[in-house]
């Protein structure tokens, strides 16, 4: 079946303009995850959903950075008033909430603010 | 202090060589240990994934955990140009429950025909 799919897969956008990143998790998947990768950063970990429950925004670097799940299934992550250092690969993941289930990626939106 | 160390290397192998990857980590209450390789310009795939301390095998691939040691390993065997990526580290567990994932930095390895 479909894997996880992002949207844009590239995007360039000016310092200080809003960006709304896309992610379309696999069906039937209830939980799905933001992640950023920077250059020796590694994975940072985001906003995490689950089902109908709050979502952990525990790893939102400020509060430009927001996100939401429409009907437990497409999520959009916004960054407004970006800045240079916001530039990444942003990953969405989403898994199944049964046990412990892995992480399925997409590719990435790679972010480049200039 | 990160949570999770791994070296980044970049690491160079001839192919059919053993190659040995590991992170540390700090977090005592992890319990869930995976790895993920990750090729250039994708996002990652789980390679393997081990519960609590052991031997977990698969092909050509074998996950330890130690957790007295805080320090798990992923060797490769018989190593081939195609797996040449970056493999990272992840684990879970504790208070931020088995679905919050942590991740170590990567560690990227180019296997040299």
């Known amino acids: 079946g479909a894997g996880v799919s992002q949207s844009p897969s590239n995007k360039v956008t000016e310092k200080g303009k809003d960006v709304e990143l896309r992610c379309d998790p696999i069906s039937g998947h209830t939980a799905l995850y933001w992640y950023r990768q920077s250059l020796g950063q590694g994975l940072e970990f985001l906003i995490y959903?689950?089902?109908?429950?709050?979502?952990?925004k525990s790893g939102l670097p400020s509060d430009r950075f927001s996100a939401e799940r429409t009907g437990g299934s497409v999520s959009t992550l916004t960054i407004q008033r970006t800045q240079q250092e916001d530039s990444a690969v942003y990953l969405c993941?989403?898994?199944?909430?049964?046990?412990?289930?892995?992480?399925?990626f997409g590719n990435g939106t790679r972010l480049t603010v200039t | 202090q990160k949570e999770v160390e791994q070296d980044p290397g970049p690491l160079s192998v001839p192919e059919g060589a053993i190659v040995s990857l590991n992170c540390t980590y700090s977090?005592?209450?992890?319990?869930?240990f995976m790895w993920y390789r990750q090729y250039s310009r994708k996002g990652p795939e789980l390679l393997m994934y081990t519960y609590s301390s052991g031997n977990k095998e698969d092909g050509r691939f074998t996950a330890q955990v130690d957790k007295s040691s805080k320090y798990i390993s992923l060797f490769i065997r018989d190593s081939q140009p195609s797996d040449s990526a970056t493999y990272l580290c992840a684990m879970s567990g504790g208070s931020g429950g088995y679905q919050k994932v942590t991740f170590g930095i990567g560690t990227k390895l180019q296997v040299i025909p």
């Open positions: 959903f689950q089902g109908n429950s709050a979502p952990d």
């Open positions: 977090n005592s209450a992890f319990q869930y």
């Open positions: 993941a989403s898994s199944q909430d049964r046990g412990v289930s892995p992480l399925h």
